[in-house]
């Protein structure tokens, strides 16, 4: 989970800076692209929590408190899968921009 969120850090980065600073002349078009962006921090904040979850029952499995640490990390993990799908589903409607916009440039 940590290399996924590493990971999530490096992409951002290359979204939000590095696609962004260098097409200068088509700021306006990209930021239409990529923004809303609250799909792609709700994958972040998912993959931590799932994170956290699983640190915390990594902890505690041998434990007699086991039980009620099951709920939350389960929850967890619940809330990492819609979010890990949400960002699938705004990529993909991200690339549908990409292929549109491409188009229209080139007539």
């Known amino acids: 989970m940590n290399r996924i969120i590493f990971l999530f850090d490096k992409m951002q980065l290359a979204f ?4 962004v600073g260098h097409e200068r002349d088509f700021r306006i078009e990209m930021n239409a692209i990529l923004f809303p962006r ?3 921090l ?3 904040n998912g993959a931590e929590q799932f994170r956290d ?4 029952w990594k ?8 039980d009620g640490v099951l709920r939350p990390v389960h929850g967890s993990r619940i ?3 819609t979010a890990r799908q949400n960002f699938v589903n705004w990529l993909s409607g991200r690339q549908e921009l990409v292929d549109l916009t491409r188009t ?4």
């Open 16 to 19: 939000y800076g590095n696609l």
């Open 38 to 40: 609250e799909q792609f």
């Open 42 to 44: 709700e994958f972040k």
């Open 53 to 56: 979850g699983l640190s915390i």
């Open 59 to 66: 902890q505690l499995r041998n434990t007699d408190s086991k």
């Open 79 to 81: 809330t990492f899968a």
């Open 104 to 107: 229209a440039l080139k007539q």
